[in-house]
């Protein structure tokens, strides 16, 4: 269990994401339940931004984007709008800069790794501004534990697909198909089943205060540092 990897056109990144898919998708609505609670013209700093499609939407909304990655493939993507940084995120630092919002959307903080996600959230609480907020999407625990092979969804022209699905406790491993554009791409990777109280509690433990969940079934979590 822990393994990343991928396959089809173009080039793959550590974890699996094929650059020249999500290069050629749009943004399909990701922020669209946190998106009215940023302030205007707010500095967002987007942990594992890829090719650009979030980091372009908050841009275009006015607000002030440094997007972060560890793939140089995937940023020479990002529009000039954006600010890419070629970092990891576990252990970058921009001192002394400090964002009104840090995003970890994409499911990041689903790695199979607690002390990766562990990480993740202190990254996010370093680069926080006093008053900011962290937003994260976690994925539907649900939907990671009972998915199975077999077709899964159309969507925008994409045909998505799910393969080689092992589980061992809360860890899922799979391998999701996509198949757009006459091409077909592969990424596999696991991912651990979150409750609400886990990610509640790793917040707590790196200074977070009391969560508020998002959205209708409740993925987005926002919390600010305690003073």
């Given at each position: 269990?822990?393994?990343?990897?991928?396959?089809?056109?173009?080039?793959?990144?550590?974890?699996?994401?094929?650059?020249?898919?999500?290069?050629?998708?749009?943004?399909?609505?990701?922020?669209?339940?946190?998106?009215?609670?940023?302030?205007?013209?707010?500095?967002?700093?987007?942990?594992?931004?890829?090719?650009?499609?979030?980091?372009?939407?908050?841009?275009?909304?006015?607000?002030?984007v440094?997007?972060?990655?560890?793939?140089?493939?995937?940023?020479?993507?990002?529009?000039?709008?954006?600010?890419?940084?070629?970092?990891?995120?576990?252990?970058?630092?921009?001192?002394?800069?400090?964002?009104?919002?840090?995003?970890?959307?994409?499911?990041?903080?689903?790695?199979?790794?607690?002390?990766?996600?562990?990480?993740?959230?202190?990254?996010?609480?370093?680069?926080?501004?006093?008053?900011?907020?962290?937003?994260?999407?976690?994925?539907?625990?649900?939907?990671?534990?009972?998915?199975?092979?077999?077709?899964?969804?159309?969507?925008?022209?994409?045909?998505?697909?799910?393969?080689?699905?092992?589980?061992q406790?809360?860890?899922?491993?799979?391998?999701?198909?996509?198949?757009?554009?006459?091409?077909?791409w592969?990424?596999?990777f696991?991912?651990?089943?979150?409750?609400?109280?886990?990610?509640?509690?790793?917040?707590?433990e790196?200074?977070?205060?009391?969560?508020?969940?998002?959205?209708?079934?409740?993925?987005?979590?926002?919390?600010?540092?305690?003073?």
């Amino acid at each position: 269990m822990g393994e990343f990897a991928g396959s089809g056109p173009g080039e793959q990144t550590n974890d699996g994401c094929s650059v020249e898919f999500y290069c050629r998708q749009p943004y399909l609505g990701e922020l669209d339940e946190i998106m009215a609670l940023l302030p205007a013209n707010s500095s967002v700093l987007e942990l594992g931004c890829g090719t650009g499609r979030l980091a372009a939407h908050l841009a275009e909304a006015g607000h002030r984007v440094v997007g972060v990655d560890d793939s140089a493939a995937m940023l020479s993507h990002l529009p000039p709008s954006v600010t890419g940084v070629q970092a990891s995120i576990e252990t970058m630092d921009l001192s002394p800069q400090r964002f009104d919002v840090v995003l970890l959307p994409s499911h990041l903080i689903n790695h199979p790794d607690a002390a990766v996600r562990a990480a993740f959230v202190r990254c996010a609480a370093r680069h926080l501004a006093p008053a900011g907020v962290f937003y994260l999407k976690r994925h539907d625990p649900s939907w990671l534990r009972m998915v199975q092979t077999g077709f899964l969804a159309e969507k925008n022209g994409v045909k998505y697909s799910a393969e080689a699905v092992r589980r061992q406790g809360d860890l899922l491993s799979i391998t999701l198909v996509y198949q757009a554009f006459g091409e077909r791409w592969t990424q596999s990777f696991t991912a651990e089943a979150l409750e609400a109280g886990a990610i509640e509690a790793l917040l707590a433990e790196q200074g977070f205060g009391p969560v508020q969940w998002l959205g209708e079934q409740r993925l987005w979590a926002a919390a600010r540092l305690m003073a």
